[in-house]
């Protein structure tokens, strides 16, 4: 494989541009605000986020290989949050965090991969990478078969507002689409559906630009550049540019989504609208290949409906979704030979092997400081499927314990249920766990 710093003018830019982050990092996380003057502008926050969960490992499956009955982990998440705001024009956000994990999930995972390395396909990615994004603003502190902490920046971006609209260059986060669960129309790090934490979604490094007028609606545009792992260099065929509108038609919401996307042609509707007092949603996108491996393209489809009630006194709030998608299978073993699918779940874009799914909610306010939770997805050809009963408890202002179970079930050869992981004695299951998050904030 070719040195990613070869090329001199892309690593000079790189290095630029990692010495401008830290200086911006120094400057706002280090550098007390004096009295008057801009001290007003900057606004701080975050929080300190400590996590341990016992999970059951399936017989046989490849978290099996410690051959221990229980797997006991830890993780810590530090996150700083800072805003600069000199004027109504021009803003600067900086978010830093640090994580750390530890356990033996970390333990299990080396050790399959250190006898399989072939196989790493299967090991969830742990942390986030910054290889292939524009910036390098991620460090590993320390790791090992055990351990692992790293720190890294997670927003980096400088706003700039008028009245003809919002421009908004370096590290953020965006988020297309109506889905809770499923976003067909998201495709810059959606979270996975059995993400019960959604806090902060992954920064990317971006242009985006927003705009609006009474004639044509809300109009959003953005450009990811990306880098080749082979040379390091910005590569058209990794990056992505699109665009969004956003209007009212007839009383219902309206988005229509055009883009290239990894040299993919993905376009998108999504509709919003209200029946009684439930909230209607419906996203459909459509991928088209340029390089096909059997198949010209692929459509997704996403609708959702949504609803908030009080029974026997009690404040409750649910939702139903249903999502379908013409990248999937059910023959799971031979899923890992479709380049399409992998190649999505490898960009973290997929999370899932089938085709059709369906999901719920349900949220009761139990006292003021306390609600419950129940999510369930449910693989509708398998049948298989995880429900993830939990509490979170607002123990002060800025502290709050969360308590939950992750219950998987299926028969053999089912998605959650569990799978065979061609080639070797393991299958894919994934385990039940039980976890406690307390989070305090500041």
């Known amino acids: 494989m070719a040195n990613r710093w070869n090329n001199y003018p892309g690593r000079l830019g790189r290095l630029m541009a990692a010495g401008l982050a830290a200086c911006l990092a120094g400057l706002v996380l280090f550098?007390?605000?004096a009295s008057g003057g801009y001290a007003d502008s900057l606004n701080h926050g975050g929080h300190l986020r400590l996590r341990a969960a016992a999970a059951d490992p399936e017989a046989g499956s490849r978290l099996d290989i410690l051959n221990k009955e229980r797997l006991y982990d830890t993780v810590f998440e530090?996150?700083?949050?800072?805003?600069?705001?000199?004027s109504d024009t021009w803003d600067l956000e900086v978010h830093y965090e640090m994580i750390g994990t530890s356990g033996d999930t970390r333990k299990a995972d080396s050790r399959f991969l250190a006898r399989y390395p072939a196989a790493r396909l299967f090991v969830p990615a742990e942390g986030t990478s910054d290889d292939l994004r524009l910036m390098d603003l991620s460090h590993v502190i320390t790791?090992?078969?055990?351990?692992?902490?790293?720190?890294?920046?997670?927003?980096?971006?400088?706003?700039?507002?008028?009245?003809?609209?919002?421009?908004?260059v370096g590290r953020q986060a965006l988020t297309w689409g109506n889905g809770f669960l499923f976003q067909p129309m998201d495709l810059f790090n959606p979270f996975s559906p059995t993400d019960v934490e959604r806090d902060y979604k992954i920064g990317d490094d971006m242009v985006t630009f927003q705009t609006w007028s009474e004639t044509a609606g809300?109009?959003?545009?953005?450009?990811?550049?990306?880098?080749?792992?082979?040379?390091?260099?910005?590569?058209?065929?990794?990056?992505?540019?699109?665009?969004?509108?956003?209007?009212?038609v007839g009383g219902v919401e309206m988005d229509l989504m055009a883009g290239i996307h990894y040299d993919d042609f993905v376009t998108g509707i999504g509709l919003v609208g209200y029946a009684g007092g439930a909230a209607w949603r419906l996203d459909a996108a459509y991928t088209r290949f340029d390089d096909a491996h059997g198949q010209s393209g692929y459509a997704s489809v996403c609708a959702n409906l949504d609803y908030s009630w009080v029974w026997w006194g009690k404040n409750m709030y649910g939702w139903i979704e249903y999502y379908y998608t013409g990248l999937g299978t059910d023959d799971y073993e031979n899923a890992w030979y479709d380049p399409d699918l992998i190649e999505r779940i490898r960009r973290g874009e997929r999370f899932t092997l089938?085709?059709?799914?369906?999901?719920?909610?349900?949220r009761v306010e139990l006292h003021p400081l306390v609600n419950g939770y129940t999510t369930l997805i449910l693989n509708t050809e398998d049948p298989s499927g995880i429900i993830q009963p939990r509490l979170v408890w607002d123990a002060r202002q800025?502290?709050?314990v969360t308590a939950g179970l992750d219950l998987y079930w299926g028969g053999p050869d089912t998605e959650f249920g569990g799978i065979d992981i061609p080639g070797l004695p393991f299958e894919e299951a994934p385990a039940d766990r039980a976890y406690v998050w307390t989070s305090w904030f500041f």
């Open 31 to 33: 550098c007390p605000p």
């Open 78 to 86: 530090f996150r700083s949050k800072h805003q600069f705001s000199p």
């Open 143 to 168: 790791a090992d078969d055990n351990t692992r902490v790293y720190h890294r920046l997670d927003r980096l971006v400088i706003s700039a507002r008028r009245d003809w609209g919002t421009l908004r």
């Open 218 to 248: 809300e109009i959003q545009m953005l450009y990811v550049p990306r880098r080749d792992p082979a040379t390091g260099d910005i590569a058209r065929d990794r990056s992505s540019a699109a665009a969004k509108l956003h209007r009212y």
């Open 354 to 362: 089938g085709r059709s799914y369906f999901d719920a909610q349900l």
């Open 398 to 400: 800025n502290l709050q």
